[in-house]
């Protein structure tokens, strides 16, 4: 070892080798053992190398910051390969390096030169704005709001290295991921962190919001006295450090823009970057969110809070391409007019949302739509007769019983939805002849009407 590492004596720059000394479980590296460092590397912490032979770097610097066993644990394991800069304690200058494995097990060698403040602050600058105006550009591009979110966060993550990036909305009730990105061998957590209870899982982070513009834990054993609850949340996600943005809809917090085990870079203000993402993020979600209010307006009756008319249209269109079975139920409230005349609107409210509960009930919110004034139509793509026959007898069966308003029905199932055009019209004959006899048996409601 001592012939080979002789060959970087004449390298032009501080260079050191190291062996890394890992924990019990071997999961981290506590403290590292130098094995060669050449003259330069000397000079600039001012030490002669026979202080440092034999020692570790705790020994020879007992204050030392646990940055650089984090580069050594990624380069020894992963065999990953790093560039940063950072304000080094042991030293007091600003050391651009890279840190690398190398052929000898356990080991890994540093390359180093100093970097004054005023340039350390223009590169800082420099990546900090280059990464918001990256990200902000993806943001406000031409992609689809699930796809621009997914690809904002990817393209974060390639600034700040963090294990996870998340998007997380609340309506201070409860909270849920929305959005992820993971690194590679990472467990994504948007499938189990859905509809939580805001008090047990957020509740904790507004004292963070008293005194900083974000939610920053630098080390979640911090947490582990003042707040198990969320110290245990944490802990199980394999969280170490967190930083999670704010954002904001008229002053109300609705979300958070966070990020997992991001690495520690003096070159990227992190802390910035996400604040900055997070405002445009915040922007996109309550946009979404007003378009999803739009469009379900534009389908939904606000009364019954089945789809509308405009929504079956579409859909009758759609399904007359597939040329799939169809069953259709066309029904209409009987004595609507007569209910409104005695009992004024909110009575015949109470009877158009009784007979929506009863088609929902029977058939499903997604089928069910109000066609007109008093008029309901469900539609049953790729149903087979017999199960619609069956469904039927069901419906029936909870009229007989007067479980909903009086209601007329009318029930037509076609085997070719190219055909469905006809089939309403004549589930919709039938559902008049239905309501024919039922006035024709209460002669009073029909004189009314």
Request: hydrophobic share 35%; with cysteine; aromatic share 10%.
């Amino acid at each position: 070892m001592e012939a080979e590492v002789q060959q970087y004596e004449d390298i032009p720059v501080p260079f050191a080798l190291f062996r890394v000394v890992f924990n019990n479980a071997h999961d981290a590296v506590t403290d590292t053992e130098y094995v060669y460092a050449n003259r330069l590397y000397c000079q600039m912490g001012h030490i002669p190398w026979e202080d440092m032979a034999g020692r570790t770097f705790r020994e020879v610097y007992p204050a030392s910051d646990s940055r650089w066993f984090s580069y050594c644990y990624e380069a020894v394991t992963k065999g990953v390969t790093r560039h940063d800069c950072i304000f080094s304690e042991e030293t007091q200058h600003w050391l651009d390096f890279t840190v690398g494995p190398v052929s000898e097990e356990d080991c890994v060698s540093f390359v180093f030169t100093n970097v004054d403040v005023q340039r350390h602050d223009i590169l800082r600058g420099q990546q900090t704005s280059e990464s918001i105006l990256s990200i902000t550009k993806v943001l406000n591009g031409e992609e689809d709001y699930e796809t621009s979110m997914n690809h904002a966060l990817q393209e974060l993550s390639r600034f700040i290295h963090p294990d996870r990036l998340y998007v997380l909305e609340t309506d201070q009730k409860t909270a849920s991921n929305t959005f992820e990105w993971c690194a590679d061998g990472i467990q994504p957590e948007i499938g189990t962190l859905q509809n939580l209870d805001y008090g047990d899982y957020l509740g904790g982070w507004e004292r963070y919001l008293e005194d900083d513009t974000s939610v920053v834990i630098n080390d979640i054993e911090e947490l582990k006295a003042e707040d198990p609850l969320d110290y245990q949340n944490l802990k199980r996600q394999g969280i170490r450090r967190l930083i999670g943005a704010p954002f904001y809809n008229g002053g109300r917090l609705i979300g958070y823009l966070c990020a997992d085990n991001y690495a520690l870079n003096d070159l990227i203000n992190t802390k910035l970057v996400l604040e900055t993402v997070s405002y445009f993020i915040g922007a996109k979600v309550v946009n979404q969110r007003l378009i999803d209010q739009m469009d379900h307006l534009s389908r939904y009756d606000s009364l019954t809070g089945v789809h509308n008319r405009n929504a079956c249209m579409e859909k009758i269109e759609k399904l007359r391409k597939l040329g799939v079975s169809v069953g259709i139920v066309y029904a209409d409230v009987n004595g609507l007019k007569r209910l409104n005349d005695a009992g004024g609107h909110e009575a015949g409210d109470r009877a158009l949302r009784s007979v929506a509960h009863l088609l929902t009930s029977q058939y499903g919110v997604d089928n069910t739509y109000r066609y007109g004034g008093d008029e309901f139509v469900v539609l049953l793509p790729m149903i087979s007769r017999s199960d619609f026959e069956r469904d039927k007898r069901s419906l029936l069966g909870m009229v007989q019983q007067r479980k909903t308003h009086p209601v007329a029905l009318g029930f037509e199932w076609v085997r070719d939805s190219r055909q469905l055009h006809d089939a309403v019209r004549r589930a919709d004959k039938r559902m008049y002849h239905d309501k024919a006899l039922y006035y024709l048996q209460n002669q009073e409601e029909s004189r009314a009407d």
